[in-house]
Structures are given as C-alpha cells and as structure tokens.
C-alpha cells in the first residue's frame, strides 16, 4: 500500500523555521506525478500550500506562503520536503503531505494519497 508519513512540525515562536518531512513509501517517488502540501486550522477549509511535480521542474505555492516557504524533494530518498520561514501564527494547522499520479499539478488539483498529517502551531 502507498504510506505518506509527515514528520518535523512542533511548536515554534512567530518569526521561527520549521521543516517538514514526508516519506513515501509503497510506491518509488518518481511513480508520483505531483507532490504537495496541504494545511487545515480549525474551522477553516483545507488549502493547498504548494506543489512540486516529481519529475522535477515547476513548483507552485498559494499566496499565502509566497517567499516564506519552499517546497523541494529527493527522489532517490523517496522524500519531500516543505521549508517554513518567517513563520506567523496564521500558519498554525496540520499539514499534511499529499501524491497524485494524474496528469495535472497545482494546488488546486486531485491527489490520489494523503499523510496523516503533522501538526505545526507557531505561537
């Protein structure tokens, strides 16, 4: 079965960087056609933060987060990768990693698999 796994979210003071991890696993990384990562608060809809296709290339991020985050990956360690800068406390949600194998990648496509999720509050 394909395991999205996220990891490295915590607790961190407004202004402070976390990095998020997810280990795929099930599947090889480069059988993915897209990446991404999502959040959801309390009470608000999930969004889509950014996306990667895996083949490598064009990457998209919501307005949101535009200069404060990146999203990367390394295919040959199954493992993507969201670097949190200049975090605010509009950032706090569980974020969760997501795959797609569709021939569309944004962050407002379909994705096939979902993490669990890690919870990240910045307060």
């Known amino acids: 079965d394909v395991q999205l796994v996220e990891s490295g979210g915590g607790l961190v003071q407004p202004g402070g960087s976390l990095r998020l991890f997810c280990a795929a696993s099930?599947?090889?990384?480069?059988?993915?056609?897209?990446m991404g990562w999502f959040r959801q608060a309390p009470g608000k809809e999930r969004e889509g933060v950014a996306t990667i296709y895996s083949g490598g290339g064009r990457t998209e991020y919501a307005d949101s987060v535009k200069g404060r985050f990146t999203i990367f990956q390394e295919t040959a360690k199954n493992t993507l990768y969201l670097q949190m800068n200049s975090l605010k406390p509009e950032d706090t949600a569980m974020y969760y990693c997501?795959?797609?194998?569709?021939?569309?990648?944004?962050?407002?496509?379909?994705?096939?698999?979902w993490g669990q999720g890690t919870q990240v509050t910045v307060s």
């Open positions: 997501a795959a797609g194998t569709g021939g569309y990648c944004s962050i407002y496509s379909w994705f096939n698999y």
């Open positions: 099930g599947y090889t990384y480069s059988s993915f056609y897209c």
